[in-house]
């Protein structure tokens, strides 16, 4: 089993990126997929999953309305849009996957089987 996230790079404020997580050895649509990052000195986070029962998206309160969480089925694939970055949004970026993954445990780091290597995001002018 194996994820791969990609797309990260540097981009100024206000700049757009689309995250990709690409899985290998499992079907992501029956997992619940999650979106974490962390920055240096801080401890991984959070920010986006999409439950596997109904494909529903989930985000925390600080990009709410400017990413976008979403999976093509057939590119067994996981995207994550992220619109209107902010400086405070740099860190690495991760995808992880998870069969077991319940909305409880959907944000926590111990909720998932497989994890991508990440990818790095920094927005800086």
């Known amino acids: 089993v194996q994820l791969q996230a990609y797309g990260g790079g540097l981009v100024q404020p206000g700049g757009s990126l689309k995250l990709s997580c690409a899985a290998s050895g499992l079907t992501l649509a029956v997992t619940t997929i999650g979106w974490f990052r962390q920055a ?9 999953g999409m439950r596997r029962t109904d494909a529903r998206p989930y985000y925390t309160d600080s990009v709410k309305g400017r990413f976008t969480i979403s999976r093509d089925t057939a590119e067994n694939t996981v995207y994550l849009q992220m619109d209107s970055l902010k400086p405070e949004d740099t860190a690495v970026y991760y995808c992880a996957s998870g069969y077991r993954t319940i909305l409880s445990t959907m944000t926590m780091v111990s909720g998932y089987d497989y994890w991508g290597q990440g990818t790095q995001v920094t927005v800086s002018s």
């Open 40 to 48: 240096p000195g801080k401890e991984r986070e959070w920010i986006s």
